[in-house]
Each structure stands twice: as C-alpha cells, then as structure tokens.
T-cell receptor, first 114, second 111 residues
Framework: AQSVTQLGSHVSVSEGALVLLRCNYS??????LFWYVQYPNQGLQLLLK??????LVKGINGFEAEFKKSETSFHLTKPSAHMSDAAEYFC????????????FGSGTRLQVQP | DAGVIQSPRHEVTEMGQEVTLRCKPI?????LFWYRQTMMRGLELLIY????????DSGMPEDRFSAKMPNASFSTLKIQPSEPRDSAVYFC?????????FGPGTRLTVL
C-alpha cells in the first residue's frame, strides 16, 4: 500500500520569499511522484512529476522538486513566491509505472502575503 | 485539445434522487479515473477503467454508486439514491501513460 504525508496544511510566505512544501511518501515499489496545484473552484493541474532518471525535476511556473529515496521525500520548492502562486498543492504517488490510480496527500494551502 | 470535460459543473438535488455525472476523457487516452474530494477525506479514488474495463472499484462507497464506460469517449458515475453525505466535488481524470489530466469537477450538493 502507498501513502503520502504532507506536513503543514497551511503555509504562508511573503511575496519574493522561498516556497517549501513538504511531502513524504511510502511505497513498496519504485514510486512515480507528482505535484498538482488546485486553484479555487478548478480542477487539478500537473506541476511536475518524477518517474525515473534525474532526481531533480523542474516544472511549470518556476517550481521544482527533488526525489530523495533515502528520505522518502519529494519536497516542492520555488525560489521566489508570487501572488499568483496562492493555491492548494497536492503531492501524489502512483505505482506500477504510473498506470494505477494516484494516492494523494491531504494538501497544503499556500498563502502569499504582499 | 479541449481537455477532460465534465458535466454538469454544479448539481443540487434532494436526498433520494438519482444523480448522474458525466465525463468525456481526452481523445486517445485509454485510462479513466473517478475521484471524490471532500474536506473530511480529501481526494480519494472511486474507480478506474483501462480500455473501458473497470480495473479497481474498491473505492466505490457502496452499492448506491455505479460507474460505466460504454465507449472510449464517455463515462458516467451514478448515485441512486443520493444522500447528503454524498455532497462533494467529483473529478474525472484521464491518462495515456503515467500522467493524469483532470477535468474541472462536478460540485454535488445533496439536500
């Protein structure tokens, strides 16, 4: 069975500050890992994914995440927050090379203060 | 591409009524997923199909819920009879390989 833990249901940063959203996973097989963003009243949009290969992955809107197998982590970062980054962020894991359904974390709501 | 299309976007119904949610996946995708999002339980899988065949329906809450995929371009999720605890946002997603693309969701309110 797989699981995802997102530490911090709410994170608040100032505009221009570093964004760090934490995600730890549990999987019995090599995981495929994803970060999705959800803006109010919208569906989920893929930010980035890790499948195999390079452990540092870059996504849209300046976000990146690093897969650390030893720490079972896949934290999301962005060097400089923008007001438009305010949204809810979900970390998810899939096995079977991504062919199976996603198991989501509980989400982290990011607030960006002016 | 238009992306995943879901209808209706909002549904308000009374307890005991039948509700049907619809999904059109992205053309060419061979997997389709139904998820439910609530404040209490977050995002959880209800059922998924591969090549129109249900693969895992272990997330379907109970017999009141049923899902079909009669062809590669259409799926329905039916709740009969509906109950207030079914109120949630229901998402459909489709994929061809490892990435799922989500629709805008249907917000269901059961009074």
């Amino acid at each position: 069975a797989q699981s995802v833990t997102q530490l911090g249901s709410h994170v608040s940063v100032s505009e221009g500050a570093l964004v760090l959203l934490r995600c730890n996973y549990s999987s019995s097989v090599p995981p495929y890992l994803f970060w999705y963003v959800q803006y109010p009243n919208q569906g989920l949009q893929l930010l980035l994914k890790y499948t195999t290969g390079a452990t540092l992955v870059k996504g849209i809107n300046g976000f990146e995440a690093e897969f650390k197998k030893s720490e079972t982590s896949f934290h999301l970062t962005k060097p400089s927050a923008h007001m438009s980054d305010a949204a809810e962020y979900f970390c998810a894991v899939s096995d079977d090379e991504g062919r199976r359904a996603l198991t989501f974390g509980s989400g982290t709501r990011l607030q960006v203060q002016p | 591409d238009a992306g995943v299309i879901q209808s209706p976007r909002h549904e308000v119904t009374e307890m005991g009524q039948e509700v049907t949610l619809r999904c059109k996946p992205i053309s060419g995708h061979n997997s389709l997923f139904w998820y439910r999002q609530t404040m209490m339980r977050g995002l959880e899988l209800l059922i998924y199909f591969n090549n129109n065949v249900p693969i895992d329906d272990s997330g379907m809450p109970e017999d009141r819920f049923s899902a079909k995929m009669p062809n590669a371009s259409f799926s329905t999720l039916k709740i009969q009879p509906s109950e207030p605890r079914d109120s949630a946002v229901y998402f459909c997603a489709s994929s061809l390989s490892d990435t799922q693309y989500f629709g805008p969701g249907t917000r269901l309110t059961v009074l």
